[in-house]
């Protein structure tokens, strides 16, 4: 069973930048794919940014030039650096490490967190 514990969300005002953690106890964690989605409340989970073992990234077209994904192989934990922050980016952001298949679908991802709340004010 692998655990993932984010960390670091919070309420923060337009323009400003938060770092999101995402510590995993995956023994091989280092070969897996991880990714980062949100969801806002009504809507569709979707995904932000996804990192590949070999740290090839994807991000949304909605946050890319924003946010970076990155992650620490020795320490078992992948980060989301986010700037320029927009009320429209409100949401719980999830990490997730990925099992097979559309790596852009949340079904193609076993192990959750539990998620942590991002707020942005305007």
């Known amino acids: 069973q692998v655990q993932l514990v984010e960390s670091g969300g919070g309420l923060v005002q337009a323009g400003g930048s938060l770092r999101l953690s995402c510590a995993a106890s995956s023994r091989s964690f280092s070969g897996y794919l991880m990714g980062w989605f949100r969801q806002a409340p009504g809507k569709e989970r979707e995904v932000v940014a996804r990192?590949?073992?070999?740290?090839?990234?994807y991000y949304a077209s909605s946050v890319k030039g924003r946010f970076t994904i990155s992650r620490d192989d020795a320490k078992n934990t992948v980060y989301l650096q986010m700037s320029s922050l927009k009320p429209e980016d409100t949401a719980v952001y999830y990490c997730a490490q990925y099992s097979g298949g559309n790596s852009y679908s949340p079904g193609s991802y076993n192990y959750w967190g539990q998620g942590t709340q991002v707020t942005v004010s305007s």
């Open positions: 990192i590949t073992s070999s740290s090839s990234t």
